[in-house]
């Protein structure tokens, strides 16, 4: 099961299509949060409660999920919650990609909003951009679209991210024995590598997987790599815990 990040939809996974083996069943949800959708969202305080939902709607359960971005941290909430309730999350693996995450409350100064919000339309022009690399857009134009998109987010809808980016600190990690692969792109300027590898070093079952060249959008940035290692963790938890279905 793949999930999509903020301001994004199901169609950022499309270029990972040829790659993938014949015996793995892909399943892309649109989530509440992507650009169409933000309208209808932006207002929600319990998004965790739709990954929730989307895990429900899989057929046999998922076998894997891989979330990104904004839904890996719903899902390491989720993780989280579930965990802690004594109730473990019934998922034999995650991959938690580009996670933005920090163990301590104290880590959040004051410049991180400002950083965090001039931050956001780069990471908006950047996803439109390794979409459209077949056909380059003018520079200035995809400048417009990239603050078109987050006027569309809106407020409401970055707040959205924030909250749950300022709520990682309160996460009980360290209850969650989920194998858990935690991605990071060296060169990711939104959610900084060293989030995923401090997070991979607090989970029980994490393992850390850093590709030095690869920016926010490993998906679309090396498909084939991001594939292979989605690959071979799947076949890790397919040995752990026997026969696998798919994603």
């Given amino acids: 099961m793949l999930l999509h990040g903020l301001g994004n939809n199901e169609a950022i996974w499309s270029g990972l299509a040829p790659h993938w083996r014949s015996d793995v069943e892909v399943h892309a949800p649109r989530l509440p949060w992507q650009a169409d959708g933000i309208a209808a969202w932006r207002h929600e305080t319990d998004s965790v409660s739709c990954i929730q939902e989307a895990l429900d709607a899989v057929p046999g359960g998922a076998d894997l999920v891989v979330a990104h971005s904004f839904s890996s941290v719903l899902l390491l909430q989720l993780l989280s919650r579930r965990a802690a309730d004594a109730d473990p999350l019934d998922v034999p693996g995650v991959v938690l990609v580009n996670p933005f995450y920090k163990s301590s409350a104290d880590d959040f100064h004051w410049d991180v909003i400002a950083s965090t919000v001039d931050d956001f339309p780069r990471t908006m022009a950047e996803s439109i951009r390794l979409r459209t690399r077949e056909r380059p857009i003018d520079p200035e134009l995809?400048?417009?679209?990239?603050?078109?998109?987050?006027?569309?987010?809106?407020?409401?809808?970055?707040?959205?991210?924030?909250?749950?980016?300022?709520?990682?600190?309160?996460?009980?990690?360290?209850?969650?024995?989920?194998?858990?692969?935690?991605?990071?792109?060296?060169?990711?300027?939104?959610?900084?590598?060293?989030?995923?590898?401090?997070?991979?070093?607090?989970?029980?079952?994490?393992?850390?997987?850093?590709?030095?060249?690869?920016?926010?959008?490993?998906?679309?940035?090396?498909?084939g790599r991001f594939v292979g290692a989605v690959h071979a963790f799947l076949d890790r938890v397919h040995d752990r815990v026997g026969p696998t279905a798919g994603l």
């Fill in 142 to 223: 995809l400048g417009d679209m990239a603050r078109r998109l987050t006027e569309w987010i809106g407020p409401y809808g970055w707040l959205r991210f924030f909250e749950a980016y300022l709520r990682t600190p309160l996460f009980p990690v360290d209850r969650i024995q989920t194998p858990a692969l935690v991605f990071g792109g060296g060169l990711d300027r939104s959610a900084p590598v060293d989030h995923a590898r401090h997070l991979a070093g607090l989970l029980p079952r994490g393992e850390e997987l850093v590709e030095p060249e690869c920016g926010h959008f490993p998906m679309l940035e090396m498909p």
